[in-house]
């Protein structure tokens, strides 16, 4: 069955022009049909509007939105200072730690199980060590350990946020200082045995430094919740035959 919108009828090459934007979604040809519906209901809410003087369809969507949008809310201080107060971690800066690391590396002709219990075995030996985990861990990765650190004992020094890839990271982070993380760390090099030494907590940015960012973060947030509300009471008064729900019909 056709689709039509507003009487005029999507052509395929109306499909074809959405599909080179949609072709790593995991069903393209439906992503461009869906995206295909919208620009044509959005190019009739500019021509009711009068908004034709636009070189393109992108542009002269974008001038529609705009227009559409405009008078959108600013968050007030009060609300920029909630969102700060509800997640003050994320404004956490200079958190450091120095970390040791035994890595057991994921090669091409590598057997991943026989490697992931090998290191899981090297894992639980040096959570029962006891006091010799040090000496232990040291030996370990000289003798085992896939990084060049292992010449070091598995010394990484200092890393910060930002530092290392986030599996790590997050590892890294989450662990009290003087521990081992109790669970290998898998990250796309391999399998990581990580002792956590010592850690700087650094500190938290002041609500008066970061209330811009948190303003512009929040006021797209609203700009994107209004588009898709608009778009979405758009597509509601549109005479659409064929399409529901997001799919041919």
Not at 95 to 114: G, P, W, Y
Not at 193 to 203: A, N, Y
Request: with cysteine; aromatic share 4%.
């Amino acid at each position: 069955m056709a689709i039509t919108v507003n009487g005029t009828e999507l052509t395929d090459q109306d499909i074809e022009r959405e599909l080179a934007g949609e072709a790593e979604t995991p069903d393209a040809h439906q992503a461009a049909l869906t995206a295909a519906v919208l620009r044509r209901v959005l190019l009739d809410e500019a021509a009711d509007l009068d908004l034709a003087s636009a070189a393109s369809d992108e542009e002269l969507i974008e001038a529609l939105l705009e227009h559409q949008i405009t008078g959108t809310a600013a968050p007030t201080h009060e609300e920029c200072k909630r969102h700060y107060l509800a997640d003050q971690e994320r404004w956490r800066v200079n958190e450091r730690a120095r970390v040791s690391h035994i890595l057991f590396q994921v090669t091409d002709r590598v057997d991943l199980t026989a490697l992931r219990k090998r290191a899981q075995q090297t894992l639980d030996a040096l959570l029962g060590a006891g006091a010799d985990i040090e000496l232990r861990f040291v030996d370990a990765a000289r003798t085992l350990s896939n990084c060049p650190s292992g010449r070091d004992g598995g010394a990484l020094g200092e890393i910060g946020r930002g530092d290392t890839v986030a599996e790590f990271e997050r590892a890294v982070f989450a662990a009290p200082a003087g521990t081992l993380c109790p669970a290998l760390v898998e990250t796309e090099f391999g399998f990581h045995i990580v002792r956590v030494h010592e850690k700087s907590p650094g500190r938290i940015l002041p609500f008066e430094q970061v209330e811009l960012r948190i303003r512009e973060a929040m006021s797209l947030a609203l700009r994107d919740l209004a588009e898709q509300r608009y778009v979405t009471e758009a597509v509601a008064r549109a005479d659409i035959k064929g399409w529901k729900d997001g799919k041919a019909i």
